[in-house]
């Protein structure tokens, strides 16, 4: 079964640029009707939809986060990646990689989800 | 300030029902989009409980049912059990914000 795995710096500087990885195993990351994404959690908070790509399409993001954010593909390492810019501590969170499934326009959820990596956002 | 609105909190004793409230609106519950919930147990990631507002996915335990009425959607759980102590958030998407949407979240306890 299709396990994901995110990773990156743990720590990055405010104004910089957050930069995760997430590599998907158990499955092609081409295969299937599936988009890729990206959701956020602060410590002791909710969840926040970052963003998801289509391997064979375009990404769409959070209006929220937009300018701001940019995820990209590799199908080659079957990972995808997140890259959020000008970063401040109000970024600092968990973040998940997720599978993410229409089985209709009106019907998407995420499954499964990777185990997270926590990033803080400091000097 | 989410658009899904839960209860932070709710709790049971063993063995006891508990219903989970996700309130929503005409731009993403009352849309017509589905509503989705996951269980978060103590630090770990989320988990599809229930996907397409009251399907289970295999492995999960038919204690959890959830349903969709109007602008709102709901959870269940029967017969509580120690270890469905965790948090739980409803999703959705909102056609207003063209985002896809989580619930503040709710704590269960399990007295």
């Known amino acids: 079964q299709v396990q994901l795995q995110e990773s990156g710096p743990g720590l990055v500087k405010p104004s910089q640029t957050l930069s995760l990885t997430c590599t998907v195993s158990g499955g092609s990351i081409s295969s299937g009707y599936y988009y890729w994404s990206w959701i956020r959690q602060p410590a002791g908070k909710g969840l926040e939809w970052i963003g998801r790509i289509y391997t064979r399409g375009n990404a769409d993001y959070n209006p929220s986060l937009r300018s701001r954010v940019t995820i990209s593909v590799d199908t080659s390492k079957n990972q995808f990646s997140l890259k959020l810019s000008s970063v401040t501590a109000a970024d600092s969170a968990f973040y998940y990689c997720a599978r993410f499934y229409c089985s209709s326009t009106t019907s998407c959820y995420f499954d499964p989800w990777g185990q997270g990596t926590v990033v803080t956002v400091s000097s | 300030q989410s658009v899904l609105t839960q209860p932070p909190s709710v709790s049971g004793a063993p063995g006891q029902r508990v219903t989970i409230p996700c309130t929503g609106s005409?731009?993403?519950?009352?849309?017509?989009?589905?509503v989705h919930w996951y269980q978060q147990l103590p630090g770990t990631a989320p988990k599809l409980l229930i996907y397409g507002n009251s399907n289970r996915p295999s492995g999960v335990p038919d204690r959890f049912s959830g349903s969709k009425s109007g602008t709102s959607a709901s959870l269940a759980i029967t017969g509580l059990q120690v270890e469905d102590e965790a948090d739980y958030y409803c999703?959705?998407?909102?056609?207003?914000?063209?985002?896809?949407?989580f619930g503040g979240g709710t704590k269960l306890t399990v007295l």
């Open positions: 005409s731009s993403n519950i009352g849309a017509d989009y589905d």
């Open positions: 999703q959705s998407h909102d056609s207003t914000l063209s985002a896809w949407v």
